[in-house]
């Protein structure tokens, strides 16, 4: 599980990234590549973005272990 979180994550920087040049730049890194190919970035990073929303706290211990502690009574 931690190479599928890890290309999660990589691919959802890269569509990070490629937002960021069109709004800097107004242009789609990504569609440089050719339509198809694009096409298949875009639903990668989509499907990355959707995996890591679901399994993001339970596979990263970085972010378990700096979670606030609930509060007890």
């Known amino acids: 599980m931690k190479a599928l979180h890890t290309v999660a994550f990589i691919l959802v920087i890269i569509g990070g990234l490629n937002w960021l040049a069109v709004g800097l730049f107004s ?4 569609d440089l590549i050719g339509y ?3 096409r298949i970035v ?3 990073v989509g499907v990355s973005a959707i995996y890591l929303i679901f399994t993001h706290k339970k596979s990263c211990k970085e972010c378990v272990s700096s979670a606030p502690a609930a509060p007890t009574m």
């Open 27 to 30: 242009t789609s890194v990504v």
């Open 42 to 44: 875009y639903i990668l």
């Open 36 to 38: 198809t190919l694009a």
